[in-house]
């Protein structure tokens, strides 16, 4: 990490500078929809929909939108500096005239090791959903799945150090992250064991989201153990930087978010879209995917084992790793043709457009599944009524077809769209144009940022002033529409 931050400051061209202030802009939108998650989840909950009877699905999303609230801040800061060593003259990570390189890996890294859990938590609450769904019964342990997501989270933020093992540190600090580390292995490994024990004893249907699924944990508990083992300090002087990192990586990130994506994909494809794709293509699709993935970077630990280090392309041919290499080849060969099968499947099934109904799974449990596919803009006309976990079957198992409603039929208030979001990102746009060849010393770079500035604050200026009480859906229209609408 010293030699990349060194780098950075270093590279010429603007290719840093354009990634610095992207990332900047692309956090922002992050962070804000973050908090407003965090608001929609607290503040907007249906009738007896308390925290304990949220979807886990639900659930991670809100520990995700918190995690994002305090994780991305100090990305953004290190990104500051970085553009004030850079574009300003300053000396935040210069060496030589005073700075300090390992502050930029503290700050990125504490953005960093929680960003992993960013993208897996919510790929954890669709597997839990699935589980649930095709084993026809509750999820086993919800309580200890909500308390296990929440902890996940809490000590996502106590780990970074891990990545930093080599820097230095001192045996006091690294022996206080490597307990840390495999301390966080504790409550992946109650879900682990809650998602087999949701399978016990239930009436498993194997469609291609639940192959998906039973996939995922020999996969993702693969990456885990490899995790562990990079957790343990003196043996990640042999590991870090070395090939066995980049398996253990993949093997959680494509283990776990990308098959948690594909298994999304294809859970809620008939929600979305009201059509459902092919279960023989999609199983094509699965089959090669997962044979091509574990094909790409099982051989891998082995390649780092022998030495190879990452960040490098090229090798001399007696050193050995020519056929591992090869081997992840034809493996990243055959998760390139699994994603093209899938590409065909959504072309082939929105070509049929064969519609289907608000349940086409059969055991939906949630209450998306109680409204037509695609929902109508409006979800529900009536707020439902929860009564339990899982409130959608709880209704099927009393004979009902239909949610109960919670509120006589009335006006919906919607908001009304606007274009105001656009033109404040099109401002900044602008304005990282012109700071991105400001550095040039270019006569014309400072109008562009004063421009895209003024098109940002008076968007906001508008947005804030701007009286937008939105519209309402009568509900004389909703009684006469008998095709659309959530029964409830």
């Not at 960093?112 to 919510?122: Q, R």
């Not at 099927?396 to 769209?417: C, F, Q, R, V």
Request: net charge neutral; charged share 10%; aromatic share 16%.
């Amino acid at each position: 990490m010293d030699i990349i931050c060194i780098t950075f400051l270093h590279s010429e061209g603007h290719g840093i500078d354009f990634y610095v202030l992207g990332l900047q802009i692309s956090g922002l939108g992050t962070l804000i929809a973050g908090i407003n998650f965090l608001v929609t989840i607290i503040n907007m909950r249906t009738p007896g929909m308390t925290y304990m009877r949220m979807p886990l699905f639900t659930w991670s999303t809100f520990v995700v939108s918190a995690l994002i609230l305090f994780a991305f801040p100090p990305l953004t800061v290190g990104l500051v500096l970085m553009m004030f060593d850079r574009m300003f003259g300053s000396n935040f990570f210069d060496v030589a005239a005073g700075g300090n390189t390992i502050i930029w890996e503290h700050l990125f890294w504490i953005f960093g090791h929680p960003e992993v859990y960013i993208l897996i938590l919510p790929a954890f609450g669709i597997f839990s959903e699935i589980f649930a769904t095709f084993s026809r019964k509750r999820l086993f342990g919800y309580s200890s799945m909500v308390f296990a997501t929440v902890l996940i989270g809490f000590l996502g933020f106590m780990v970074w150090a891990h990545h930093m093992f080599t820097t230095g540190l001192g045996p006091i600090a690294n022996a206080i992250f490597a307990v840390a580390t495999m301390a966080i292995a504790v409550p992946t490994g109650i879900k682990i064991f809650n998602w087999i024990f949701t399978m016990w004893g239930g009436s498993v249907k194997f469609t291609v989201p639940m192959l998906y699924a039973v996939a995922f944990i020999p996969s993702f508990t693969m990456g885990g153990v490899t995790g562990i083992m990079n957790a343990s300090a003196p043996a990640d002087y042999q590991f870090h930087d070395s090939y066995f990192v980049v398996a253990h990586f993949h093997y959680v990130i494509v283990g776990g978010v990308v098959l948690g994506l594909l298994a999304g994909i294809t859970f809620y494809w008939p929600k979305m879209f009201g059509t459902m794709l092919s279960e023989k293509l999609g199983k094509v699709t699965f089959w090669t995917f997962l044979i091509g993935f574990h094909l790409t970077f099982f051989i891998q630990h082995f390649l780092g084992l022998m030495g190879m280090p990452r960040r490098v392309f090229t090798f001399l041919d007696n050193q050995g790793l020519n056929t591992g290499n090869m081997i992840s080849t034809v493996g990243a060969f055959l998760m390139a043709f699994a994603v093209i099968v899938m590409v065909i499947n959504i072309i082939m099934t929105s070509a049929k457009n064969e519609k289907v109904g608000n349940d086409p799974w059969g055991d939906g449990r949630t209450l998306e599944w109680a409204i037509p596919s695609p929902p109508p803009f409006y979800n529900f006309k009536q707020l439902p009524l929860v009564r339990g976990l899982d409130p959608y079957w709880v209704e099927k198992m009393e004979g009902k077809k239909e949610m109960t409603p919670a509120e006589p039929l009335g006006d919906i208030h919607m908001p009304n769209s606007s274009i105001l979001p656009l033109t404040i990102s099109f401002g900044l746009f602008v304005a990282a144009f012109g700071a991105l060849y400001n550095m040039d010393d270019k006569t014309w770079t400072l109008p562009i940022i004063i421009v895209g500035l003024l098109i940002t604050f008076v968007s906001m200026l508008i947005r804030s002033v701007k009286d937008d009480h939105g519209f309402h859906i009568h509900k004389e229209d909703l009684m006469d529409d008998k095709d659309k609408g959530g029964k409830a």
